[in-house]
């Protein structure tokens, strides 16, 4: 069942909120491939928020394989199902192999991370 809400004290857009939202769900198991999601006006009229916050999320989560849509039948949760863990690991095998290039020491590449993940 699909099901979301946002916060107007979130300090996230709330494109963002709904795409991440989606995305825990598919983690979660709540919303498996093959389910279907609502439509952009639905979903809009459904959460209160204009139908190009909810089209912006939707696209989003279909260029990182979430969503696919499948014409005049809607937008369905895809057959690959959470494809995110996979995209994460090749931006970190992109990023070893940058910072290795670069001659830098793990260390550093490190540090680095954890303040990306700090800021």
């Known amino acids: 069942m699909f099901h979301v809400e946002l916060s107007t004290d979130s300090t996230q857009p709330p494109y963002e909120q709904l795409r991440m939202a989606v995305i825990e769900q598919v983690r979660a198991g709540t919303l498996?491939?093959?389910?279907k999601i609502p439509t952009v006006r639905a979903l809009a009229a459904d959460l209160g928020?204009?139908?190009?916050?909810?089209?912006?999320?939707?696209?989003?989560?279909?260029?990182?394989?979430?969503?696919?849509?499948r014409g005049r039948q809607g937008s369905f949760?895809?057959?690959?199902?959470?494809?995110?863990?996979?995209?994460?690991?090749?931006?970190?095998?992109?990023?070893?192999?940058?910072?290795?290039?670069l001659g830098l020491p793990d260390s550093?590449?490190?540090?680095?991370?954890?303040?990306?993940?700090?800021?």
């Open 32 to 35: 498996t491939a093959g389910t």
């Open 49 to 69: 928020i204009a139908p190009n916050t909810v089209a912006r999320a939707y696209r989003e989560l279909e260029a990182d394989g979430v969503l696919e849509t």
């Open 77 to 101: 949760i895809a057959s690959s199902g959470d494809p995110t863990r996979d995209i994460a690991g090749r931006a970190a095998v992109d990023y070893v192999a940058t910072v290795r290039r």
């Open 108 to 119: 550093d590449a490190l540090e680095f991370v954890r303040r990306a993940l700090d800021s």
